[in-house]
T-cell receptor, first 112, second 113 residues
Framework: SQQGEEDPQALSIQEGENATMNCSYK?????LQWYRQNSGRGLVHLIL?????REKHSGRLRVTLDTSKKSSSLLITASRAADTASYFC????????????FGTGTKLQVIP | EAQVTQNPRYLITVTGKKLTVTCSQN?????MSWYRQDPGLGLRQIYY???????DKGDVPEGYKVSRKEKRNFPLILESPSPNQTSLYFC????????????FGDGTRLSIL
């Protein structure tokens, strides 16, 4: 498996429900980010969580990070049809490496 | 308006015909990067640049070249394109060190026949 893998690959929920997607990674990181992509468009940054943080909130988004398990989760509360998109996590590697690795993404569909 | 601009947005070309995809940012960002996105594989980093004249390989650099002569521009060059380089390409930039929030361009869809 590759650095930064999301699961599930696809998720379909009703409007108003919560959506949870997970990201696992393999190496120690400096920080982890979540991005959103609307069908074939450029990615939009949602939230960044540093390796020494455990939880972060931004509006209806809640991100957790468990460095011992090398995993992160993104929770979108009270989902809306406009949240329909693909969501990606992105990690770096600590130790001075400059590469960024994106996961394969979770495709979220919110049904009105 | 802060933006990353890629050109062209769409290109259909033939094997072996050199092409350049331009990328320009107006945010004075140090870090710029190129990614390709393929179904089921997510985004994979091709090359990145920490600053002017400083570039390095990402995870899938084969068949690509880049240059960073000015801070705002980071062109991607395919000297001899092949069909396996058919993909959706994104340029991104960020301020400072690695894995800061990146601003993405709208993408360039390349088809190599």
């Amino acid at each position: 498996s590759q650095q930064g893998e999301e699961d599930p690959q696809a998720l379909s929920i009703q409007e108003g429900e919560n959506a949870t997607m997970n990201c696992s990674y393999k190496t120690s990181i400096n920080n982890l980010q979540w991005y959103r992509q609307n069908s074939g468009r450029g990615l939009v940054h949602l939230i960044l969580i540093r390796s020494n943080e455990r939880e972060k909130h931004s509006g209806r988004l809640r991100v957790t990070l468990d460095t011992s398990k090398k995993s992160s989760s993104l929770l979108i509360t009270a989902s809306r049809a406009a949240d329909t998109a693909s969501y990606f996590c992105a990690t770096d590697r600590s130790g001075g490496y400059q590469k960024v690795t994106f996961g394969t993404g979770t495709k979220l569909q919110v049904i009105p | 308006e802060a933006q990353v601009t890629q050109n062209p947005r769409y290109l259909i070309t033939v094997t072996g015909k050199k092409l350049t995809v331009t990328c320009s940012q107006n945010m004075n960002h140090e870090y710029m990067s190129w990614y390709r996105q393929d179904p089921g594989l997510g985004l994979r980093q091709i090359y990145y640049s920490m600053n002017v004249e400083v570039t390095d390989k990402g995870d899938v650099p084969e068949g690509y070249k880049v240059s960073r002569k000015e801070k705002r521009n980071f062109p991607l060059i395919l000297e001899s394109p092949s069909p396996n380089q058919t993909s959706l390409y994104f340029c991104a930039s960020s301020l400072g060190r690695v894995n800061q929030p990146q601003h993405f361009g709208d993408g360039t869809r390349l088809s190599i026949l």
